[in-house]
């Protein structure tokens, strides 16, 4: 950092080159001056970066991929992995290829390493979250922002996997009616 003698030295940078053209480049806060403690860079042979770690200074972390065919300062990226230091996670994926019904989702486990709730945007801007017990779907809470459907809301309980059907479910129209089955 500069400002240390050779016996005191604490450092803040360290950049790692590979043979087959990729690289890394760490950056540590040692002075403690920002949130986290760690970030790090991995770039790809042409330069791009294609993950970013991140280690705060609560113990949490995050693992954030990308496609590795963007400049920095247009990333797309494809994933977001949040670890908290208690063990649960947040899982996050982005529908970069437009593949699915959803442009993004994120899953969160629990110390146990158990899915407790996803949630997420499908491609018409209505967004969802499911909420799970014993690894099995138990609510679901469905929204409509964009006014896209005839609904501004659902909800759904007691899914029964082996009917595959919802045994109860409310929803509130747009003209503000509200049909409970």
């Known amino acids: 950092d500069g400002t240390h003698a050779d016996s005191a030295l604490v450092m803040t940078y360290d950049r790692k080159y590979y043979t087959d053209g990729k690289s890394e480049a760490s950056f540590f806060d040692y ?100 909420t799970y017990l014993n690894s099995a779907i138990n609510t679901r809470l469905l929204s409509d922002p964009g006014n896209i459907a005839a609904w501004s809301s659902q909800s759904y309980t007691d899914f029964n996997p082996v009917t595959n059907q919802w045994a109860h479910s409310v929803t509130t129209y747009d003209n503000g009616m509200i049909v409970r089955v």
Do not use: C, P
């Open 31 to 130: 002075a403690n001056t920002a949130s986290w403690a760690k970030h790090t860079d991995y770039r790809n042979a042409a330069g791009f970066i294609t993950t970013q770690t991140q280690t705060y200074d609560n113990g949490d972390s995050y693992n954030k991929g990308y496609d590795g065919t963007h400049l920095d300062s247009a990333l797309i990226m494809l994933n977001d992995y949040q670890y908290h230091k208690e063990g649960s996670k947040d899982l996050s994926y982005f529908d970069v290829a437009n593949q699915y019904s959803w442009k993004q989702r994120t899953d969160h486990y629990n110390t146990l390493g158990v899915m407790t709730s996803a949630n997420g945007t499908y491609d018409d801007t209505t967004t969802w979250l499911n």
